[in-house]
C-alpha cells in the first residue's frame, strides 16, 4: 500500500523528502540524463520521488519516463505522478489507470471536481491497482487563496467555511493517502493538521525557491516535503538535498512523530 510503502522508506531512510524532478531542460535526451544524473546523485537522502508534467511531455510516459520509474525502482523509491487530476470521472479514470499502468505508485488529484463523477472512479482504480490517491488541499503558490482560501458554503453542513477546510474534511472521509499543503503556509498546515490528525499524511511543497520554510513547515505538521528547484539548481544537488533532510528529520523528531534513538 502506498501510505506505507513511503512511511518505510522514509524510516529507512531517515528522511522525509520528496525529491520534484523538474529540470528546465528542453531536448528529451539532455533532460533523460540530467534527471537520471540528478536522481542517482541525490537518492541517499529521499524517500520518493515525484514527477510533473515539464517531464512526462517531452519524454513521454512509456518512453523516456520508463527509464526514471525503473530507475527509482531499482533504488527502492516509491514514485508519485503529480497529475492533479482534475476533469470528469470517466477521463480521470482513465488518466490515473494510464499513470498506475506506467509505474507511478501514486497520483496527485484535484478535490474541486467532488467525488461523484469526479474523484470517486480515481480512488476505485487506486484500490483495484493497490496505489495511492493525494488531494490537493492548499497550494504553495500565492493565488492559491483565490482558490482554495475561499469562504464557502459547506454543502453537507450549510456553514460558511474557508475551502481547504472542506477540502481536508473530503481528504479524511475519502481516505486519501495523503494532502498536500503548501510550505508557504505553515499557519495553513497547522490548521489543516488540527483537522487530519495524523490520519492523512501532509505533502508540503514549497521549500526554499517559493519562500517556504522546512523546519516551519514540518514543525506545522507536513509529514513529507516536496521540493524540486532547490534541489535541482542547486551547485551540489546532494548536499543540498542532504541539508534540507537533516533540518526536516530533526524537526519530525522534534514533534515526536520519530522515536529518538530508535533504529
Ligand atoms: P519547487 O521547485 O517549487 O517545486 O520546489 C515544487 C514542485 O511541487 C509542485 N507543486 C505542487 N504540487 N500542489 C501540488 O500538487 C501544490 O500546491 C504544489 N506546489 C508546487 C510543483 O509543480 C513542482 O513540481
Redesign the pocket.
Known amino acids: 500500500m502506498f501510505r506505507h510503502d513511503i512511511e518505510n522508506s522514509a524510516r529507512k531512510k531517515k528522511s522525509n523528502v520528496i525529491l520534484?524532478l523538474?529540470l528546465g531542460v528542453d531536448r528529451p535526451q539532455q533532460l533523460l540524463t540530467r534527471s537520471l544524473r540528478i536522481l542517482n546523485a541525490t537518492h541517499e537522502h529521499l524517500c520518493a520521488l515525484?514527477l510533473?508534467r515539464q517531464a512526462v511531455l517531452p519524454l513521454g510516459l512509456f518512453d523516456g519516463v520508463q527509464k526514471i520509474i525503473q530507475r527509482a525502482k531499482e533504488l527502492k523509491l516509491p514514485t508519485i505522478m503529480?497529475a492533479?487530476i482534475n476533469d470528469i470521472g470517466n477521463t480521470n479514470r482513465a488518466i490515473a489507470e494510464y499513470y498506475y499502468k506506467a509505474g507511478f505508485d501514486a497520483v496527485?488529484a484535484s478535490p474541486f471536481v467532488g467525488w461523484n463523477e469526479g474523484l470517486q472512479p480515481v480512488f476505485e482504480v487506486a484500490q483495484k491497482m493497490n496505489r495511492g490517491v493525494i488531494v490537493?488541499v492548499y497550494?504553495?503558490?500565492k493565488g492559491?487563496v483565490e482558490g482554495y482560501g475561499q469562504i464557502v458554503q459547506d454543502v453537507d453542513t450549510g456553514q460558511l467555511v474557508p475551502q481547504y477546510k472542506v477540502f481536508a474534511e473530503k481528504a479524511l472521509k475519502w481516505k486519501a493517502d495523503g494532502a498536500?499543503v503548501?510550505a508557504t503556509y505553515p499557519e495553513k498546515i497547522r490548521e489543516i493538521h488540527s483537522v487530519l490528525k495524523d490520519k492523512v499524511a501532509i505533502y508540503s511543497?514549497?521549500?526554499?525557491?517559493?519562500g517556504g520554510d522546512a523546519e516551519a513547515a514540518v514543525k506545522g505538521g507536513a509529514d513529507y516535503l516536496?521540493?524540486?528547484?532547490?534541489i535541482v539548481e542547486a551547485e551540489d544537488p546532494a548536499r543540498k538535498v542532504a541539508q534540507i533532510r537533516d533540518v526536516a528529520w530533526q524537526s519530525l523528531k522534534h514533534r515526536g512523530k520519530i522515536k529518538q534513538n530508535k533504529k
Open positions: 520534484a523538474d515525484k510533473n503529480d492533479k496527485i490537493l497550494m504553495s503558490h492559491a498536500v503548501g511543497p514549497g521549500v526554499g525557491t517559493q516536496i521540493v524540486g528547484r532547490s
